[in-house]
């Protein structure tokens, strides 16, 4: 497919920074690949990380009857986790510290945490459970990115932090463009192409059953790259449009294209299919195999 691109030297200016960084940890090897990562991104812009781990308290059905058991485990869990981030954190950096706190729920006090620090970057692993585990367990990712209202960085497997080349998507929705100033803000500290996306839905049943559907009409790609100016003027943007299920044209679109970042907005659940299956956004996460920035 074609495509309209541009290149103009005298990029524009931003109010966006990231002066915060927030890793959540589990101590499990995806989450060291995540520490990693934020650590870089910490010294690219001379950030402060938090490290941040939950231990979940050990209680049985009946905690007045196992004699303190159930403390001394957690304290056992407390003091294995201080030890493995006494000796990785110092490597993230000077400006870097950790925080470890026995909660009853670690997925109620991880979301807690971002909620109530509002970092600038939190930056996580996600285990990309999917099918019928997927829908009864729920993801922790999930929850942090719907209930924090700051940008989450989650990845799937170890990446580096060199971003050459954006994946931006839009549903040109003004929500959808909430993520479009730090996406540009990235763009512009790393060099990075940008490659502005837009998937129109696909025919529905009803449309192919001869019944009249309102349609939004497609854009152009030119329309499309005029779109992204407003916040991407100065970088080199190329537009795409494609019809068919958004976050499998992300996904697919990501992986032909080489992205080192996806970058996008969340709207949540906005329909039963949605509650059912996953958000575009959420179906990004799983699927997507370099790391995608929710803002």
Known sequence: MSAHATRVSAPAASGVAIRDVLCLTDLSPRSDFALDHAARLADRFQAELTVYHAVERFEGPYPDLTFGIGQELTDAAEKRAVAALTAAVPRAGTRSSFKVAQVRSAAEA???????????????????????????LGSVTEEVIQRAHSPVLCLREAAPVAYRRILVPTDLSLASRLAFPL???????????????????PVTVATLSGIP????????????????????????????????????????????????LIVMATRGHDSLSDRILGSNTERTLRHASCPVLVA
Do not use: C, K
Not at 129 to 136: P, S, V, Y
């Open 183 to 201: 996406a540009a803000f990235l763009a512009r500290a790393f060099g990075a192409e940008v490659i502005g996306l837009h998937a129109a839905p």
């Open 110 to 136: 991880v979301v807690e945490m971002v909620v109530g620090r509002r970092p600038d970057l939190t930056v996580m692993a996600t285990h990309g459970r999917r099918g019928l585990n997927h829908m009864l």
């Open 213 to 260: 559907e309102r349609r939004p009409p497609i854009p152009s790609e030119a329309a499309l790259w005029e779109f992204y100016q407003a916040d991407f003027a100065g970088l080199p943007v190329t537009a795409q449009v494609y019809v068919g299920p958004a976050w499998d044209r992300i996904v697919r679109t990501a992986q032909v294209e080489g992205a080192d």
